[in-house]
Each structure stands twice: as C-alpha cells, then as structure tokens.
C-alpha cells in the first residue's frame, strides 16, 4: 500500500453477508498485511432486507476516527438499487474503484447511478453465485479484492478458508469456487462522465429526536413511515401473466405488503414499488399467471405503469395503508 490510508464501503442489504465481508477487509489488513486496521457495520434492525453499510479503513499509522467512511478508496455496491439511496455513490472521484453487483452494461450503470468520473467495476456476481452454489457475498469479495488492487488473492482465499470454511466446511469447495470466480470475472473500465462529484451528507430521518409527535407516536397507522421496499429484494420478482389470469384473489390474500390492485374485480397488477420480492404470490397461483422473473426483466423499479395508482406520487414517505377501523374508534353505544 503506498498512501498512508486506504479506506473501504461496502453497501448492502441485511442478508447479503456484507458485515461479514467487512470483517474479513478487516482481519486481512491487520493479519496480513501488518497495517492499523479497523472495520464495523452501521445498520438498524438486524433483519433480512434492511440497509446495511460496512466500513474498513487500513492505515500505516495509529487510526483515531471512527466515522463513516465518506470518501472510498474502494466502493461495493451489493444491489443495484441502492445506488437511489442518499449516500450510496457518495465522495467517488476519479481514482476511487466502484464494484457493483449487475447485469447492466458500463453506460447503464453510470447513467443509473449518476456516476462521476471514476475506475467502474462489474459483475454479475448473483447469477455466478447461482452457478457456484455459494453466497453473493464471496463473490463480490473476490471482486473487490481484485478492485482493491492492493490485496493479493492468496490472502482473500486464507482468510475464506480459515474463518468461513471453519464455519461451513462443507461448503467451503463451493465459496473458495465463487471467490475465485469474482476475481477473475469481474471487468473494469475507466469512466467518462460529466455527472458532478457528489458530496457525503449526513442523512436526516424522515422522523427522529426532533421532529417526532409528543410520545414518539407513528402517524402512519398499520405501516412502515419509510416503506419503500426496493432495497428489500433479492433479485427476483413476480411477474403478471393478465390471459392466465382467473382473479382469484389468492394473490391479494397472500401479499404481506398488499402490492396487488383490483378494480371491478379485475386484477390490474402489482405496485412493485412495496414489492419485496417473496414471490409468496408465485407460490400461491392456481393458474401461474404469477411467475417469478430477475429484477429488471420485464418492469422498472415502479411496477406496471397500467396501475390505477399510476399517479402515485412516490417518495421516502409511503402512503397510509391504513383506512379505517371500527376497533379504532371508541363506540359507546348500545
């Protein structure tokens, strides 16, 4: 490593093994590199689709900072979709190595993400994970190793073997497989681009310490104050075959996030924009007019534009689902 400090963020979502990762960042520049090494996770409720950000910085000196990293040496972005959040493609310049997870081609990307000039890396690690039979996670290590452009592979495959292969040793063939994989499939190319830098700001709450109602009440009865469910997925989506349709309803019964919309009794489709992708609905058809496809196959992250909530103004803050409730209202009569 010639700079004095390095450092690394990792973007992601619950599930996708990216705290981990950062741990294996971590115990690769102290371990084997000999360098200052530091490496922890910011997320909130540790579920299954949640965000989640890592972050690694090595240096050859003491490190007294323990910050969000705000502007990466190295940048892993897990999902795609991320890329809308506030932050995600924060403080890139031209010298910082973006890894992202897509089937996106180089110019999709940057005019997805708005990236400024940069050293943009891809891979379509999902589909290589599927092909290994391992986690997404190691594959985008591999990748990120070879991004890093200071970290040999030997290392990579070390600490894999000594910390997750002692975990799971039976699928230790199968992830030192996907390591390897990300690594040597994993294609650069040098970005062109007039988008502008963008600068890390720290992220205000659509509700917090200072703006919440007396008594930390949520407004938003029966949902989520921020329920915008993209970052929820994990690649694979339902899509709405209409002639094999027999609107059954199933599909309604079914949803937990209510996605699917009727009108006359005729089903229009699904809202995918609270969508998170359990293809429970898929499960459920009688008649497999609901079948699973990749994210991004046959819609974009807003759903079937024939929607009656076509005009739905989205954002951060997602419509009450709530309505009424006779529970909710005190009755005194009778």
């Known amino acids: 490593m010639d700079a004095e400090n390095y450092e690394i963020r990792i973007e992601s979502i619950g599930g996708f093994g990216a705290n981990l990762i950062g741990k294996l960042f971590g115990e690769i520049g102290a371990m084997y590199m000999g360098l200052e090494a530091q490496s922890f996770a910011s997320y909130g409720s540790e579920k299954r689709g949640s965000p989640v950000k890592s972050y690694i910085r090595y240096s050859k000196k ?76 190691i594959v985008m290590f591999g990748a990120m190793i070879k991004a890093s452009g200071i970290i040999p592979l030997e290392f990579g495959e070390d600490v894999v073997k000594r910390t997750v292969g002692a975990r799971y040793p039976n699928k230790l063939q199968a992830n030192m497989k996907a390591l390897k994989e990300g690594y040597e499939r994993v294609k650069m190319q040098k970005l062109k681009s007039s988008y502008p830098y963008i600068e890390y700001r720290d992220e205000e709450r659509a509700q917090g310490y200072d703006n919440s109602p007396i008594g930390g009440l949520n407004p938003c009865f029966a949902n989520s104050i921020t329920n915008n469910l993209e970052g929820a997925r994990e690649g694979f989506l339902p899509h709405y075959i209409r002639e094999k ?54 819609y974009d992250n807003i759903g079937n534009i024939n929607l009656i909530n076509k005009d739905f103004d989205f954002n951060y803050i997602g419509e009450n689902s709530w309505v009424n409730s006779e529970s909710y209202v005190n009755n005194d009569e009778g």
């Open 245 to 298: 349709c027999i609107d059954c309803g199933l599909c309604d019964v079914t949803c937990p996030d209510m996605v699917f919309q009727f009108k006359d009794g005729v089903n229009m489709g699904m809202d995918l924009y609270h969508c998170k992708g359990c293809l429970r609905c898929v499960e459920i058809c009688p008649t497999s007019a609901l079948v699973p496809a990749k994210e991004g196959e046959h």
């Open 62 to 137: 003491e490190i007294r900072i323990n910050a969000p990293v705000r502007k990466p040496d190295l940048l892993g972005l897990f999902k795609l979709s991320l890329g809308e959040k506030p932050n995600t493609v924060a403080g890139i310049n031209e010298s910082t190595n973006v890894v992202v997870n897509t089937n996106l081609d180089f110019d999709e990307v940057k005019e997805k993400l708005k990236l400024p000039v940069c050293n943009l890396w891809l891979l379509n690690a999902m589909d290589i994970a599927v092909e290994c039979k391992a986690r997404l996670n």
